[in-house]
Nanobody, 120 residues
Framework: VQLQASGGGLVQAGGSLRLSCVVSGRTFRTTAWFRQAPGKEREFVAAFRSKEYYADSVKGRFTISRDSAKNTVYLQMNSLKPEDTALYYC???????????????????WGQGTQVTVSS
């Protein structure tokens, strides 16, 4: 199993980026994005499991989607803010407990991360 994330970069505040994560090796019930800023703990961003789930901090600005034919999950990020600056990771898992969808330890596989930097 391999998760390959891409699409990060440097963007000005208010701009947009789209992250992609190609999942190879098997299919998963849940795919998600997490992020970790320097000096901070990893935090949940969004997940897709039949429907979309978002952290309050990104709701209305970010959209997660999944293309099953391409085995790819996307994170469209609009209206980016400097506080969105972080290393973004994609994750995948088959956990049955919906209440853990925002918890990193519930995911079995992780991508390598892609850096998003938002300048003010």
């Amino acid at each position: 199993v391999q998760l390959q994330a891409s699409g990060g970069g440097l963007v000005q505040a208010g701009g947009s980026l789209r992250l992609s994560c190609v999942v190879s090796g098997r299919t998963f019930r849940t795919t998600a994005w997490f992020r970790q800023a320097p000096g901070k703990e990893r935090e949940f961003v969004a997940a897709f499991r039949s429907k979309e789930y978002y952290a309050d901090s990104v709701k209305g600005r970010f959209t997660i989607s999944r293309d099953s034919a391409k085995n790819t999950v996307y994170l469209q990020m609009n209206s980016l803010k400097p506080e969105d600056t972080a290393l973004y990771y994609c994750a995948a898992g088959n956990g049955n407990i919906l209440s853990t969808i925002r918890i990193g330890s519930a995911y079995d596989y992780w991508g390598q991360g892609t850096q998003v930097t938002v300048s003010s």
